[in-house]
């Protein structure tokens, strides 16, 4: 589910890039911090792994076949942060190389899966890790992996007014169930193999520590995202809450004017004003990936 | 007819585009050897590769007597026994001995009997303890002896190895020369070390840009392309 | 995009070390000048006229015109299916507005990555701000994905060699000693680095 | 002293136990080179790896007249120039070009300095156009080769190389040993490949289980070990 440019509505992409940009400036100084120069190659290889291990299918029954996604491997053995820079690496190499997402939709695509996804991976399997359901943990890493990324590519798409009838939506969300279930399945699998070919490949693993508070991390994500889900799915509810808290729904396109003083201007050109939003978006991703990236390159100074 | 392997103008291009064989002409008689040498990227790989109908071209492929198509496909790779050049690749089961027993659990045999045989072929490449390890911890040497007795184990009439020396030392080299002298198996050897071809292969082929250039007794054939440092 | 990764893949890198104007120009511009296409043609309604503006760039990059084409048609089957249920749905205009927004943004970013190489893109993203390890990390990615796709097909031929059907366990084993084996590949790349000075420690 | 290595006892332990290193006592003199021979598992790659300080074991180790110890790991990287098996793994930069200049670079040479350095080298090793190209469209010959260029970027007055031959041709292969010939730095090689080591090195050192076996003119050595096939 990588989306392309020409879907979101340019508050959502522009959000979410917004979004993304200063959590990967972040993450990429906490995967960098306290570690080895030895770990950037490894990120990088695992990173190819990813890519290859889409050649090696898995059957799945009559003549059906998945493979590997890769994100909650990648949370697992490489821990969060740095399996969120290898899954934004390999978004950014898809969107320039492969045209498989958009470049302005990066941000969202960034967002569902090298930040919500990864989250929705580590989570489940950190709590359960030293526990003896170690391998249902491992087993809903996987699954909310993609599950979670999915809903959020829903939900963003029809924010952007892309329409998707209620038993459309029905069937995409048993589709991404099994889709999921099978990225757990691989994952499970996967792991049990390497534990078996390669004994001890685990240096050290994690200590089941304030369960508590991850429980509720996790449970206050779920809620989250199955809530922007359920929303996504009642566009009449979502235009009712957009309107509650100030947006307006105009051409299926949640818009925020950036320039109120001039809507009397531009308001009868609205192609004008859609396109110096546009813009404005660019402009706003771009001023706080410098200020960001300033920031962080201050900070890792200092 | 006693020809194990039989090729006619075989040609394949792979889907980039690269012409990687431009008609392959090569008889492989019963318990012949033949060494296939010839320079990096000739299309050596390439040629192994249709033998046992993982890559198909177009041409006339007869391999045991029987076309490689489709509905041959599973007798002719029981018949073809294919050792890798990196036995990395070809090793992925949690134990030696699970993993030599891989072929003939495929083949339809049942858990024991399979096993019993992985047993014998273990201890005829030399390997005579330790089954139950994982192969990930094996000395290179030993891996490529595993990989050879997977390959033995679902008693192939041809034997298709594709640089086979690579990591071994030259008494390692020797063993492997050993035991492949003493199988009465027609053999393919892919190889770019001169002495283990010379001691193997009566006969050589060489390949050049997807042809063959030459075939014939090996000396000669490495004197006429200056096939040695 | 679940077959082999093979030499087609690296046609932008063939492409974009051609020569011609647009190939010339510095890469921070040609960045900036395709996110801003990008966003006009995802807000301007009437962005479909930006089509007669594709055809001279290409032509000015000297690239193949059918080439370029077929590249950002791969964008296609995503949103054919969402331009299909949007039509379902009841609003065909929206539907065609999907199908060319995304056609044409797909390519402008095919047109960035044909007329610049992605070392000198990710080089114009650093500039921007991008992390460097990100930037290192993407640039190890691209380097060993050729290598690393090239051994999981190895793998792949040689289980079916061995006769295996594929099954869900061979591929998970498969996949586990690719991991491996990638995750001692890694350090042997470390060891490289280091013993060319990367670094201080060992 | 002219000696470019000298170790003296030394013992190496990983990890997990292996007893790696048992003593190793070894000499190179200037502009001398010397093939490492001996069975896989014996140690070859561990001694070499502690040339430049990646591992560090117990024992006297000082190369070009400096003890291998943290702070003069730098001064000592620089000197020592490591070849290794497989070039896919040190040709880690975008083009040829950055990854031949990424050694000079660390050194802290201006870049365009790097960059006119590592042209020169590059046409030294026979590489005279698509510097701005990535690895990938290089035969394995043209990888070694370009590997070597790295190394030799940052001049270094030692080379050690792993089983540098290994997926060569035999042209490739007398293309390297023709290169490595018309270099003036001592060289200290691990090779299986015992045409290659005979055509390079007079004098030869073989490892057993992590020691020094034997000491000497090369083709005594493989006499005595039957080090050929
Ligand atoms: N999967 C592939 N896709 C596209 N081209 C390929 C593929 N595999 C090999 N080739 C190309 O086909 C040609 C023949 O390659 P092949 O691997 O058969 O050579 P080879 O003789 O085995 O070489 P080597 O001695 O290096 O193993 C080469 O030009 C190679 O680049
Ligand atoms: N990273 C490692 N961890 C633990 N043991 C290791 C490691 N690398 C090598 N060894 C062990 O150390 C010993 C020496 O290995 P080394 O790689 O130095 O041998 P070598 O002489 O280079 O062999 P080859 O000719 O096969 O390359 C072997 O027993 C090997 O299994
Ligand atoms: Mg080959
Ligand atoms: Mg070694």
């Known amino acids: 589910m990588h989306i392309p440019d020409g879907f979101l509505s340019t508050p959502v992409w522009a959000g979410l890039a917004a979004v993304s940009a200063p959590a990967v400036g972040v993450l990429a100084r906490k995967a960098q911090s306290g570690l080895d120069e030895s770990r950037v190659p490894l990120m990088g290889v695992m990173g190819a792994f990813v890519f290859a291990a889409q050649m090696i299918n898995f059957p799945v029954g009559i003549g059906a076949s998945g ?29 320039l190389v492969f045209q498989d997402g958009g470049l302005l939709a990066l941000g969202a695509n960034v967002f569902n899966m090298a930040l919500a996804g990864v989250l929705a991976a580590w989570l489940p399997y950190r709590l359960l890790a030293g526990t003896r359901a170690r391998r249902l943990g491992i087993f809903l890493a996987g699954f909310l992996s993609v599950f979670v990324s999915a809903c ?83 566009p009449d509810g979502l235009e009712r809450v ?26 009868a050109n609205p192609w004008l004003r859609n396109a110096a939003a546009g813009l404005a978006g660019l402009l706003l991703t771009l001023l706080v990936c410098l200020l960001a990236g300033r920031w962080i390159s201050r900070w890792r100074n200092a | 007819m006693s020809c194990v ?70 007798t002719i790779r029981r018949k073809v026994g294919f050792l890798f050049q990196d036995p990395e690749d070809q090793l992925f089961r949690p134990t030696l001995l699970e993993d030599v027993a891989f072929g003939p659990l495929q083949a339809g045999l049942p858990r024991p009997e399979a096993e019993e045989r992985a047993r014998r072929v273990l201890c005829q490449v030399g390997i005579g303890d330790g089954w139950d390890r994982p192969p990930y911890h094996l000395s290179g040497g030993e891996k490529q002896r595993v990989a050879l007795a997977g390959i033995l184990a679902v008693q192939p009439e041809v034997l298709i190895l594709d640089e086979p020396t690579t990591h071994l030392d030259p008494p390692a080299r020797r063993t492997l020369l050993d035991l492949l002298l003493t199988l009465p198996q027609a053999k393919l050897v892919v190889t770019h070390d001169t002495a283990f071809a010379r ?28 096939w040695e440092i | 995009m679940a077959q082999r990764i093979g030499r087609s893949h690296f046609v932008f890198d063939e492409w974009s070390r051609l020569r011609s104007p647009l190939h010339r120009l510095p890469p921070p511009l040609k960045l900036l000048s395709t996110l801003a296409l990008l966003a006009l043609t995802a807000a301007w309604p009437g962005a479909w006229r930006l089509f007669a503006l594709a055809p001279v760039l290409i032509l000015l990059a000297r690239l193949p015109l059918p080439g370029l084409l077929w590249r950002a ?65 993407i640039q190890f990615t691209w380097r060993y994905l050729g290598v690393v796709a090239e051994q999981a097909w190895r793998m792949r031929t040689a289980t079916l060699a061995r006769g295996a059907d594929r099954s869900f366990e061979i591929s998970a084993a498969s996949l586990a000693v690719l991991f491996s084996s990638s995750y001692a590949r890694a350090g042997r790349i470390h060891r490289a680095m280091a013993a060319r000075g990367a670094g201080g420690g060992a």
């Not at chain 2, 008889?27 to 249709?50: D, I, Q």
Request: some cysteine; glycine content about 8%.
């Open chain 1, 67 to 95: 493979h590997l996604l890769g994100g909650a491997l990648l949370a697992i053995t490489l821990g969060p942060a740095p399996a969120a820079i290898v899954l934004t690496a390999i978004l950014a190499i898809q969107a």
């Open chain 1, 152 to 234: 959020f590519c829903l939900g963003q798409l029809a924010l952007s007014g892309v329409h998707m009838p209620g038993h459309v939506l029905a069937v995409a969300v048993a589709v991404f169930s099994v889709t999921a279930a099978l990225e757990g399945a691989i994952t499970v699998a996967v792991v049990a193999a390497l534990e078996r070919v390669q004994p001890g490949w685990r240096r050290e693993a994690p200590q089941p520590g304030r369960r508590l508070l991850i429980l509720v991390g996790l449970a206050a994500f779920l809620l989250a995202s199955a809530g922007f889900f359920l929303a996504s799915a009642l």
């Open chain 2, 5 to 74: 392997v039989n090729a006619r103008g075989l040609r394949f291009r792979y889907e980039d585009g690269t012409e990687a064989l431009r008609g392959v002409d090569l008889h492989l008689h019963k318990g012949e050897s033949v060494a296939l040498l010839g320079p990096n990227r000739s299309g050596k790989t390439t040629f192994l590769l249709h033998l046992n109908g993982i890559l198909r071209g177009d041409g006339d492929l007869r391999v045991c007597d029987l076309p490689v198509t489709a509905p041959h496909l599973t």
């Open chain 3, 73 to 137: 048609a791969l964008v296609l089957p995503f949103t054919l299916t969402f331009a299909l249920l949007t039509w379902w749905a009841g609003d065909p205009a929206h539907a065609l507005t999907l199908l060319w927004r995304s056609y044409l943004s797909a390519l402008w970013a095919a047109l960035l990555m044909a007329t610049t190489p992605l070392e000198d893109v990710l080089l114009a993203a650093r500039r921007f701000g991008a992390p460097r390890l990100l930037v290192e990390v």
């Open chain 2, 199 to 226: 001691a193997l292969c009566p006969r050589a082929v060489f390949f050049e840009s997807g042809r063959i250039a030459a075939d014939g007794p090996i000396a000669q054939i490495i004197d006429r392309f200056a």
């Open chain 1, 242 to 267: 957009a309107g509650l808290v100030g947006l307006q729904g105009r051409e299926q396109t949640l818009f925020v004017s950036p320039f109120p003083d001039y809507e009397a201007l531009v308001i």
